[in-house]
C-alpha cells in the first residue's frame, strides 16, 4: 500500500493537529508540507511498529519539534483568538502533550510514541499544561448562592482551581451589588435564591452591564430550559459532581473572549 | 529528540485524572472550533507530493 492510501485519511487530523499547535493554518500547513516531502524524499520513514495515523503524527513532530518549535514567537502568536492565544502560552512539548490527547483524542501511549517520550514524562507534560491553563485562566468569581453549605462547598473547588472568591450573594440584590462593588470574570449562580428572588434575574442583570462567562448550578434545570436563557450559560445539575464543576469552569473560561486575568 | 526531556518529575501540579477531565472538556470545545479544517479538502498539493512518491515507488 503506498502512502497516498495510508496516509490520505488522516490528513485532516493531522492538519487541524497543526493549526492548533502553531496557532495559524498556513504555518501549520508548512510543517505538515515539509513532513510529506521529507517521507516521500526517503528523508524520513513511517516506523512500522506504529499505526499510519500514529507514524504520521510522529514524522510531523520530528519535523516541528526540530524546527518550529524552537522559532515561535513567545508571547501572543496564534490566529489572535482568545482560544488561541491560551494555547500558545503553554510551553510546546506540554502544548503537544495536550493537544495529542485532549484534542486529538490519542491514548497516553500513542503520545508517548509520537513525541518520543516516556509514559512518565507524558504524564509530566499533562500535568504541566493544566497547570499552565490554571495559571493563565486565574480569576475573581462571583458565587451567587443562598444555602451557605452548597456555597462553601462551591467556594473551596473555585479556590482549588486557583482562582478568588470575590463575593458570595445570596439574593439577586445582592449579587447586583457584589458586581457593582468589583467585576468578576466569572459568575457560579443558584437559580432559586433565599428571598424568592431568581439567579436567572441577578443575571441577567449582571449580563446588561458587562460580558462575563456563567454557570448555573441548580436543583431546577427545568427553569433554566423552559425560561428564557440568558447567554453565555452553562448548566450543571445539583448534586454536582466536584471534578463536573471544574471542568466546566476549565471549558467556560478557556473559550470566553477576555477572560481570566484582564476580567475587567 | 526529546528537547525538554528532562524535566523534573516533582512539579506534578493538579492531580492527574482531574486534569485529563478538565482537559477533555476544553478538547471537545476545541474540536468544534476546528471543524472547519477537518471539513474541508485536503490541499491538492499534499495528495499530490503522496501521488508522486507513490508512482515513482510503483514504477521501480
Known sequence: MGLLDRLAPHLPYVRRYARALTGDQAAGDAYVRASLEALAAGEASLPPHLTPRVALYYVFHTIWGGTGAKLEPSEDGGDGSDPSRRLMRIPPRSRQAFLLTALEGFNPSEAAQILEASPTEIETLISQAQAEIDAELATDVLIIEDEPVIAADIEALVKELGHRVVDIAATRTEAVEAVARHRPGLVLADIQLADGSSGIDAVKDILGRFNVPVIFITAFPERLLTGERPEPTFLITKPFQPETVKAAIGQALFFHPSAGRAAA | ?60
Open chain 2, 1 to 60: 529528540m526529546g528537547l525538554m526531556s528532562n524535566q523534573p518529575e516533582k512539579t506534578k501540579g493538579p492531580d492527574l485524572e482531574e486534569a485529563r477531565l478538565r482537559q477533555q472538556a476544553i478538547g471537545v470545545k476545541l474540536r468544534q472550533m476546528f471543524d472547519d479544517v477537518v471539513n474541508e479538502p485536503v490541499p491538492d498539493e499534499f495528495l499530490d507530493i503522496l501521488r508522486r512518491h507513490d508512482e515513482r515507488a510503483g514504477g521501480k
